[in-house]
């Protein structure tokens, strides 16, 4: 399962993999499978505290987080069918996580949740992430600051212009506005 953002080009690329591996939050593992409790797709909640492995990502990965189920897909939808053992799961988080302690405890519980059998991203896998270890905000986290900038350097569109009144502005956002600054009509 692909982790937290992807991005096109790879503002992290220069981040360093520590020779230690990465650290695995037991708080955080707790707190997540208590919020499990009772969640029918959270097939291999019972055993994915012992078989998980955390490793770091390449630097040169586009994403933050990963989780790899070490069986095939034919036997992982076996063993999801039967609500049986999941054999060992990886989780890779990429070091420069290291930067940002709650943006790393975010990124692992959302890999976790995946780990633990809620393999698509819902509205039901953000809720539970959010509630474990919320996301910090774009001014709170430098590493997300750093991933924005990145993308919209590497971006076509610097700017946007409403079509109803002219008026130009600077792109500062990943996403596109859905409402002129000047005028607020649609775009």
Known sequence: MDGVRKTESIPLAETPIPSHQPHLPIDLVQSALQSLSGVTDAVFRPWISERITLIWLENESKRLGMTRFEEGPNELARRRRLRIDPGEVTIGLHPALLEDERLYNHTFVHEFLHAAGLTAHSAQHDELT???APSPSMKESLLLQRIRDSVLGDSHIQQWKCNHCGYEWKRTTVRR???????????
């Not at 506005?177 to 775009?187: G, N, Q, S, V």
């Open 130 to 132: 959010q509630s474990v």
């Open 177 to 187: 506005p859905t409402r002129c600054h000047k005028c607020a009509r649609p775009l």
